[in-house]
């Protein structure tokens, strides 16, 4: 059996799917408006040097990587043995080598990776055009606006994407997360302005 499959079938018994879908878009929204408030905090600041700013928001996308996995393990891996105990103990049978005893291993390993890798990937895909002028390309809009954009960018997708598990209107959820987005922005600048 395959390993993706190996891992389906882990999610399947476990109930698990909706789990990794919630904390993949929940974590990568945080990972991005924190990044967003992070630059948004820059441009309204005195100027500082790219250096110092990608190493604050690669500092911040770390931070956030870490606390996912670690704060989703420890609480999956709790959750994942009280499931597992109450089943053993309404079959009154071991089940620890079963796939339901696999799943209590692995799928908290699966839940921490996703909600860990979640806000670390969007962090690193929003803070890119800050590493891109670093390496020396010539960017259209300056960094700080650039990875702006791409956080809103993120946030939108991230709300098309729950548009459509949610089966409704892909665009307007879109917009809605846009709309946080927007507020924070708002707030950021009414704020330290």
């Known amino acids: 059996m395959s390993p993706l499959r190996r891992i389906n079938r882990l999610l399947s018994v476990s109930d698990s799917h909706g789990i990794l879908r919630r904390y993949l878009v929940v974590n990568g929204f ?5 990044m967003l408030g992070l630059i948004i905090g820059f441009l ?6 790219l250096d110092m ?8 996308a770390i931070a956030l990587g870490m606390s996912g996995v670690s ?14 105990g109450r089943l053993e103990d309404s079959m009154i049978s071991d089940l620890g080598e079963s ?3 696999r ?3 692995w799928v908290p390993v699966l839940v921490a990776v ?4 979640a806000p670390l990937v969007i962090s690193l895909l929003i803070i890119l055009p800050l ?3 670093q390496a020396g390309f010539s960017l259209p809009v300056a960094p700080l606006y650039l990875a702006g954009a791409v956080a809103g960018l993120m946030i939108c997708v991230l709300g098309m994407l729950l548009g459509r598990i949610a089966d409704v209107s892909w665009v307007r959820s879109g917009l809605q997360t846009l709309l946080v987005a927007a507020v924070t922005v708002a707030l950021i600048y009414l704020l330290t302005g």
């Open 53 to 60: 700013v990608t190493n604050a928001c690669l500092a911040t």
């Open 131 to 133: 590493w891109l002028v």
């Open 30 to 34: 945080d990972g991005a408006l924190a």
């Open 99 to 101: 796939a339901h005893g």
């Open 103 to 105: 799943a209590a291993r």
């Open 44 to 49: 309204v600041s005195e100027p500082a040097e």
């Open 114 to 117: 996703v909600n860990g890798g």
């Open 71 to 84: 704060s989703a393990y420890v609480s999956e891996v709790a959750e994942r043995k009280r499931e597992l």
